[in-house]
């Protein structure tokens, strides 16, 4: 008993932090059953995937309001729970698309993504052939050839390719686009073999803080129909015999027109407070995000690891402070746990957060962000069953890194794998969840998380899959972390330059 006495009261003088009751004791109400409860409601088929400004993102949000206010925590937003911001989504409500007269249709014939096809009637008369539009050192498929202000016809792929177009290459309908705007082309029509479409197109572009101002240029999936009636050809062409012809203009009508509104949507992060005693106005930020990605062609994405496994973790977190505050052992900082909606968007409830603060940035000690905690990375070499990967405690303050190993190494002892806070990790893990927000703002972070696997962004992210018994030493080890730097003498140093290249 001294042993343990004696070595409780060097850990206390080495973290800076007043004596308090024994954190394992609450630490212990964060349970296997307890998650899986939580998470079998929070991932379940009614949440409907939890979409951004969604129906499925607003019923969690009422589940996470009502746990709060069952704890008995107090309002994170004045007299509310929720904290709403306004989001904007542009949607194309319709398109036509016409050669010489003879009108197309979507999907059969070409296809518009809301993203790329500019708003309102817009008549060409000619367009300029440029075979695959291929522009580098080897090949120059513009050579000669005067695009500016112009609609381009390319063709999809790479010459001679045979194999699927990789989504960003140079063979892509973004690649293609890319290249042509570089050489001052209005818009890009992409000769495509994959018509007609078994997948309707996307009418709905992403989410975002500001109301769009700007169109893009046009750019347009079409079949080789539609590109025979531009180049001026009778009898339908293939792709290979298009390869054929000589490049230039060739003159033909062609009308695009598209219907384009902006929604006006609205969502909200979920903000509950446990106040501090003796340092009420500094606070200690537990985040998860909580929505996912909704219903995408009838198939609801569940999104139990991610972050299902984070949000009711978050919940767990705070049940254990509550049990504490019971006792007489509440944290000295105020405790804020917050489920951010708009991740799965970019980052936009935390970046709406950051940008209005209800709590003073200055006087937050840190963000502890979990994301993705339930599961284990294939991929791992080492313990599989007892890590967590802790990304960004060396970035900000010299105290995080100490106080993370220390408190592992008494309570729980698991593998902390740092490896993702390499400034050249090619994941840019870093770069990926809410905790960038309050570090872009100065705010020391640790972000919490078990790495990527095959259900990942899939509708097979599902609660069956969780392993619950790591979950729950990942959510303890976040809780006695929070637990010491709410409690210590003062908030946690800012000394480090952030050593990372720009977002």
Same mark, same amino acid.
Do not use: C
């Given at each position: 008993?001294?042993?343990?006495?004696?070595?409780?009261?060097?850990?206390?003088?080495?973290?800076?932090?007043?004596?308090?009751?024994?954190?394992?004791?609450?630490?212990?109400?964060?349970?296997?059953?307890?998650?899986?409860?939580?998470?079998?409601?929070?991932?379940?088929?009614?949440?409907?995937?939890?979409?951004?400004?969604?129906?499925?993102?607003?019923?969690?949000?009422?589940?996470?309001?009502?746990?709060?206010?069952?704890?008995?925590?107090?309002?994170?937003?004045?007299?509310?729970?929720?904290?709403?911001?306004?989001?904007?989504?542009?949607?194309?409500?319709?398109?036509?698309?016409?050669?010489?007269?003879?009108?197309?249709?979507?999907?059969?014939?070409?296809?518009?993504?809301?993203?790329?096809?500019?708003?309102?009637?817009?008549?060409?008369?000619?367009?300029?052939?440029?075979?695959?539009?291929?522009?580098?050192?080897?090949?120059?498929?513009?050579?000669?050839?005067?695009?500016?202000?112009?609609?381009?016809?390319?063709?999809?792929?790479?010459?001679?390719?045979?194999?699927?177009?990789?989504?960003?290459?140079?063979?892509?309908?973004?690649?293609?686009?890319?290249?042509?705007?570089?050489?001052?082309?209005?818009?890009?029509?992409?000769?495509?073999?994959?018509?007609?479409?078994?997948?309707?197109?996307?009418?709905?572009?992403?989410?975002?803080?500001?109301?769009?101002?700007?169109?893009?240029?046009?750019?347009?999936?079409?079949?080789?129909?539609?590109?025979?009636?531009?180049?001026?050809?009778?009898?339908?062409?293939?792709?290979?015999?298009?390869?054929?012809?000589?490049?230039?203009?060739?003159?033909?009508?062609?009308?695009?027109?598209?219907?384009?509104? &902006?929604? *006006?949507?609205?969502?909200?992060? =979920?903000? #509950?407070?446990?106040? %501090?005693?003796?340092?009420?106005?500094?606070? @200690? $930020?537990?985040?998860?995000?909580?929505?996912?990605?909704?219903?995408?062609?009838?198939?609801?994405?569940?999104?139990?690891?991610?972050?299902?496994?984070?949000?009711?973790? &978050?919940? *767990?977190?705070?049940?254990?402070? =509550?049990? #504490?505050?019971?006792? %007489?052992?509440?944290?000295?900082?105020?405790? @804020? $746990?917050?489920?951010?909606?708009?991740?799965?968007?970019?980052?936009?409830?935390?970046?709406?957060?950051?940008?209005?603060?209800?709590?003073?940035?200055?006087?937050?000690? &840190?963000?502890?962000?979990?994301?993705?905690?339930?599961?284990?990375?294939?991929?791992?070499?080492?313990?599989?069953?007892?890590? @967590?990967?802790?990304?960004?405690?060396?970035?900000?303050?010299?105290?995080?890194?100490?106080?993370?190993?220390?408190?592992?190494?008494?309570?729980?002892?698991?593998?902390?794998?740092?490896?993702?806070?390499?400034?050249?990790?090619?994941?840019?893990?870093?770069?990926?969840?809410?905790?960038?927000?309050?570090?872009?703002?100065?705010?020391?972070?640790?972000?919490?998380?078990?790495?990527?696997?095959?259900?990942?962004?899939?509708?097979?992210?599902?609660?069956?899959?969780?392993?619950?018994?790591?979950?729950?030493?990942?959510?303890?080890?976040?809780?006695?972390?929070?637990?010491?730097?709410?409690?210590?003498?003062?908030?946690?140093?800012?000394?480090?330059?952030?050593?990372?290249?720009?977002?």
């Amino acid at each position: 008993m001294r042993i343990i006495v004696l070595s409780a009261f060097l850990l206390s003088a080495t973290m800076g932090i007043a004596q308090k009751g024994d954190p394992a004791t609450y630490a212990k109400t964060i349970t296997m059953g307890d998650l899986k409860k939580h998470l079998t409601i929070v991932a379940g088929p009614e949440m409907e995937g939890r979409e951004t400004a969604m129906e499925g993102q607003r019923k969690a949000a009422a589940y996470l309001e009502a746990e709060y206010k069952r704890m008995g925590l107090k309002p994170g937003n004045g007299n509310s729970y929720q904290a709403t911001f306004p989001l904007y989504q542009v949607e194309l409500a319709s398109s036509k698309l016409s050669v010489n007269g003879r009108p197309f249709a979507a999907d059969k014939d070409y296809a518009a993504s809301v993203s790329m096809i500019a708003n309102g009637t817009n008549t060409y008369s000619e367009v300029v052939f440029v075979g695959y539009g291929m522009s580098d050192s080897s090949r120059n498929d513009y050579a000669n050839l005067d695009v500016k202000g112009k609609i381009v016809l390319v063709l999809e792929g790479t010459p001679g390719s045979t194999g699927p177009v990789s989504p960003r290459g140079a063979g892509s309908l973004f690649g293609k686009m890319t290249t042509a705007r570089t050489k001052g082309a209005a818009g890009v029509l992409v000769v495509s073999k994959s018509f007609p479409r078994t997948t309707p197109s996307q009418t709905k572009g992403g989410m975002s803080l500001t109301k769009p101002t700007t169109e893009p240029a046009a750019g347009i999936t079409i079949s080789e129909e539609v590109a025979t009636g531009l180049l001026g050809r009778t009898s339908k062409m293939t792709i290979d015999q298009m390869a054929q012809l000589n490049k230039g203009v060739y003159r033909s009508e062609l009308k695009i027109t598209a219907d384009k509104k &902006v929604n *006006e949507l609205e969502s909200s992060n =979920v903000i #509950a407070v446990l106040p %501090g005693t003796d340092k009420a106005d500094e606070y @200690v $930020f537990i985040t998860s995000h909580y929505d996912h990605e909704g219903i995408i062609n009838g198939e609801i994405y569940y999104g139990a690891d991610d972050d299902g496994s984070g949000t009711v973790s &978050v919940v *767990e977190i705070a049940e254990a402070f =509550v049990a #504490a505050k019971k006792k %007489g052992d509440g944290p000295r900082r105020t405790m @804020v $746990f917050m489920n951010v909606s708009g991740e799965e968007k970019g980052l936009l409830g935390s970046r709406y957060y950051s940008e209005h603060p209800i709590f003073p940035l200055e006087k937050t000690s &840190v963000d502890l962000n979990i994301d993705m905690v339930g599961r284990i990375d294939p991929t791992y070499k080492g313990d599989s069953m007892n890590y @967590v990967y802790v990304i960004g405690d060396d970035k900000l303050s010299s105290d995080l890194t100490p106080i993370t190993n220390e408190v592992n190494s008494k309570y729980i002892n698991m593998e902390l794998d740092r490896r993702f806070n390499d400034p050249k990790d090619v994941n840019r893990f870093y770069y990926r969840s809410d905790h960038y927000n309050f570090a872009n703002k100065g705010v020391p972070v640790i972000f919490y998380f078990n790495g990527t696997h095959r259900d990942y962004h899939r509708p097979t992210d599902t609660v069956d899959k969780i392993n619950f018994d790591v979950m729950e030493k990942r959510a303890r080890l976040i809780y006695h972390t929070a637990w010491v730097i709410a409690n210590k003498d003062t908030m946690l140093k800012r000394d480090m330059p952030l050593n990372m290249p720009p977002r």
